[in-house]
């Protein structure tokens, strides 16, 4: 057994080893038990069905909720010489006929289908009739309510385990907290299933987090050395992600808008140039990034922040999937968050308003942190860890740390004396001395907290609050539009008995413009040799319609052009090269890598 699933591993999929659990689960799996694998993206949940469903008699069948992702998967596997079809609604009459012919003729391994088609009781008889290899069901956590991307429709998948009974179920996903993977387990019914948690560390990706001041100026900050780069950048609005778009053509970026507001035409147009690096940038809503295989993206930019911890975690986790070097930055501003929190509570559904406020009320807390970035997004998934990462920028430029006592008295008696009933920025604006109407309507400029701020910035302040806020001397009421109030905790402060020791903020352009551009990937390769080969890769995959990354990733493309191999079976010991690709692509990299061998 062993030997035939590593054999299958390095001749279909050109890998020379296992990560772990890949081994363990695939074992049980082609012995027909129920698994639930929660492995980070990128981390090769695919490979943890694929690999069962080339080694168990009949076809496997894959539920995937969107088509893109549907696409990118079946691109790989027949780039790999993988027998594999999907059905969904971009395909033709004539299209999904021939599908059904090759299902009723056992000419599939693999067959991906939405949850929608899956479940309509002519799929399901015409399933009953076949022999299945297993059932895999992709982004598990849409089925359940306390997941950040809950789908209606896969709240049906509970009824296979009853309707075929003995075909093992392989339910994955990069995102669940432990009550949502409590929640998945249960409306699958897959109670004997084993659960592996393969942990939620992304070690490749680079975390930070700065204030948001002059967002486009620090988004041209972090991308002014990065142009020749593939990565997303997030908004929270249609119409911010069209200005941002916008913007950055204006300033020679090769960009483009997604969101869902957009012709169906132009949203496909634009996620298949950014698949074929025809397009560098795409500024997007969430709508875009859920079915993207693209494995060499290699930073995201969340321009607003976040719903969830694992919209983040998720959303940031599209970088580096390759593993190489990748970058994640988060612009944070409290007004956002109260945006973000009306959107929520557009909701007719109190029980789920409720859940999304908290995990929301989660993002804020995280966002604010002055401890280690990995470490509290882990730790939120109960991953906990004891070391620091050294890799965000908590890590590695920690903030200065200053004794904020007498501007946290201010503050927290102006938060009193003006009743406890307003936000953070009519504090600030008390606090400073503003006379604008307001203020004047309620006679706040009459306070002895009135102007008693003057000396010290709006910004300033707003990093005072927010740290007051983390720290638990304030409290946010979210019920009553962000009011602040006064917490138990906020009296020892008041009366002198306690010291506030706070972070200083930093000059948040400077900090991104400082952020060194990392390496794209460890250990030496020739650069100019990496460039031609991605050049090659280009024009193959143009030629067979497909993304570059489906001919080789990045990563190995830069083995490639470390080790440069010289003949056939050198290359074939490149990590991600298999015998299919091997005769599909290998003459055409060794041509490459001999003429600049050559030159050089």
Known sequence: MTTTIHHTLKTVFGYNEFRSPQQEVIERVIGAEDVFLVMPTGGGKSLCYQIPALHRDGVAIVVSPLIALMKDQVDGLLANGVRVACLNSSLSSREAAAVFRK????????????????????????????????????????????????????????????????????????????????????????????????????????????????????????LGNRRDEAGIVYALSRKRVEQVAERLQAEGYSAA?????????????????????????????????????????????????????????????????????????????????????????????AERVKIELQKLNAMIA????????????????????????????????????FDATVQAQKALSCVYRVGERFGMMYVIEVLRGSKNQRILDFQHDRLSTWGIGADTSAVQWENVIRQLIHLGYLVQDFTRFGALRLSATSRPVLKGETSVIIGLPRDT???VKRGKKRAVASGDYDQSLFDELRKIRKQLADAASVPPFVVFSDKTLTEMARTKPKDSDELLSVSGVGEHKLRLYGRAFLDVINIQGEQG
């Open 366 to 401: 995280y966002a604010e942190s002055l401890s280690c970035r990995r470490r509290a997004l882990l730790s939120y998934f109960g991953d906990l860890r004891h070391e620091n990462c050294g890799n965000c920028d908590i890590c590695t430029d920690p903030p200065q740390r």
């Open 509 to 511: 352009v400077e900090t």
């Open 103 to 222: 299902l009723a003729t056992a000419d599939l391994d693999l067959l991906y289908v939405a949850p929608e088609r899956l479940m309509t009781n002519d799929f399901l008889e015409q399933l009953s009739s076949l022999k299945i290899a297993l059932f895999a069901i992709d982004e598990a956590h849409c089925i359940s309510q306390w997941g950040h991307d809950f789908r209606p429709h896969y709240t049906q998948l509970g009824r296979l385990r009853q309707l075929f009974p003995g075909i093992p179920i392989v339910a994955m996903t990069a995102t669940a907290d432990p009550e949502t993977r409590k929640d998945i387990l249960a409306q699958l019914g897959l109670n004997a299933a084993t659960v592996f948690v393969a942990g939620f560390d992304r070690p490749n990706i680079t975390y930070t987090v700065v204030p948001k001041q002059k967002p486009f100026a620090q988004l041209g900050a972090f």
């Open 257 to 349: 808008a997604y969101h869902a507001g957009l012709a169906d035409d132009e949203r496909k147009r634009v996620q298949e140039a950014f698949l074929r690096d025809d397009i560098r940038i795409v500024v997007a809503t969430v709508a875009f990034g859920m079915g993207i295989d693209k494995s060499n993206v290699r930073f995201v930019v969340h321009y607003d922040i976040p719903k969830s911890v694992e919209s983040y975690y998720q959303e940031t986790g599209r970088a580096g999937r390759d593993g190489l070097p990748s970058e994640a930055l988060l612009l944070f501003g409290m007004s956002d968050a109260m945006t973000a929190r009306k959107l929520i509570e557009n909701s007719d559904n």
